[in-house]
């Protein structure tokens, strides 16, 4: 998949699903729960322990699947090598943006700042983590688009079903959805996930 076409799922797909599993197989069926929703983007982040299970078990998914939580360039290695599509990293760091660049690999680097989002962008990220961003309001992206009017903006940490809607009006480009999905596993197991997947899709749609 060429670096253009994973920018664009991403976008198409609106809602990029965060997956912390305890383990492989729990992250493995939050996924598939997601996905069997209706979400078409999966970050798999590298706190859950034997993540490479994980991208493998999801290789023949028709979902966009990332890699998230890669914190240094070693990761990110990691991360390609098993199959992601994108890079998502709490914080800028320019080591991971030469390596995924030298891939053609997306990367959505975590910024906060104005300082640290040209930052990004001078270093070749076409989508900008907003993280985490509880800390913003959606009019945020409004008031950043003034001096930077080409900037696309995910906002991730503390969006959910009961928000996103805020955000993409605010002109997110698409938002990461963590803890709001990961909850409804731990209180419905799969069937929840699914459940909660299909409230956002149904969402979007309205
Ligand atoms: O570590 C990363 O690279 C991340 O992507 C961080 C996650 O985006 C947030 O942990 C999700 O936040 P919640 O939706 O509030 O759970």
Request: charged share 20%.
């Amino acid at each position: 998949m060429q670096k253009i076409e994973i920018l664009k799922a991403l976008s198409d797909a609106k809602v990029v699903a965060v997956i912390r599993g305890s383990s492989p197989e729990e992250a493995t069926e939050i996924s598939k729960g997601a996905i069997t929703g209706g979400i078409r983007a999966i970050e798999i982040t590298y706190t859950t322990p034997f993540v490479e299970e994980t991208f493998k078990a999801l290789r023949h998914s028709d979902a966009i699947i990332g890699a998230g939580t890669v914190l240094d360039v070693e990761t990110a290695r990691h991360a390609i090598l098993n199959g992601a599509k994108f890079v998502v990293s709490p914080s800028y760091n320019a080591a991971i943006a030469k390596l995924c660049n030298r891939y053609s690999v997306p990367y959505l680097p975590g910024c906060m700042t104005i300082t640290e989002m040209v930052t990004a962008l001078e270093g070749g990220s076409d989508i900008i983590k907003l993280f985490p961003g509880n800390q913003f309001e959606p009019s945020f992206i409004k008031t950043v688009k003034g001096p930077l009017p080409n900037i696309t903006i995910m906002p991730t940490g503390g969006v959910g079903l009961a928000n996103m809607h805020e955000w993409l009006n605010a002109g997110a480009v698409a938002v990461g959805i963590g803890s709001d999905l990961n909850k409804a596993f731990a209180k419905d197991g799969y069937e929840g996930v699914v459940a909660q997947a299909k409230a956002y899709m149904k969402n979007l749609s309205n």
